[in-house]
């Protein structure tokens, strides 16, 4: 006889965890080469935003009505903007494994992962052929002479 204290069956969250955790496993079987792709096109606009970088001379100030309004916050609050990108970024992370706790089903994980990724490499795709066909000094510090 099992101990009074030892529980035979599993609890229902574990069970959904388990039973969640296999249909993604399979979506990611068919989807990973959309989630391969969404990760290695990161590293071909971090290589692109460093040429653009390597192209760039800095100017004379450009006067910019979105930066006169909003200024900068300095180099030495720079965190700041890290800060809140981090979190932000956390907080989409964690959310988009919630499918795994909650009982609305209705979206999956690796679904969700693929459409970011089109999504990122299409609005980066854009970035890049933006960014070397403009070269207009900034008002940002790292643009100035």
């Given amino acids: 006889k099992m101990p009074s204290y030892v529980n ?3 609890s229902k969250l ?3 965890i388990c039973s969640e955790t296999s249909i993604e496993i399979n979506l990611l079987a068919e989807n990973w080469n959309y ?3 969404g990760l290695l096109f990161q590293y071909v606009h971090g290589v692109a935003a460093r040429g653009v970088h390597y192209l760039h001379r800095p100017g004379p ?5 979105g930066f006169l309004s909003l200024p900068e916050i300095g180099q030495e609050k720079a965190y700041i903007s890290e800060a809140v990108f981090t979190f932000i970024f956390l907080s989409f992370v964690l959310w ?3 499918p795994f706790i909650f009982k609305s089903k209705k979206i999956y994980t690796v679904l969700i992962w693929c459409r970011v990724f089109a999504f990122l490499v299409a609005c980066q795709i ?4 933006t960014f070397y066909s403009t070269q207009l000094p900034g008002p940002n510090y790292h643009c100035r002479e």
Avoid: E, K, Q
């Avoid at 100030?61 to 009505?65: A, F, K, N, V």
């Avoid at 854009?126 to 052929?129: G, K, P, S, T």
């Fill in 8 to 10: 035979p069956r599993p």
């Fill in 14 to 16: 574990w069970r959904r």
């Fill in 35 to 37: 989630i391969l792709g």
């Fill in 61 to 65: 100030i450009l006067h910019d009505l």
């Fill in 96 to 98: 988009s494994f919630h």
């Fill in 126 to 129: 854009l970035r890049i052929v």
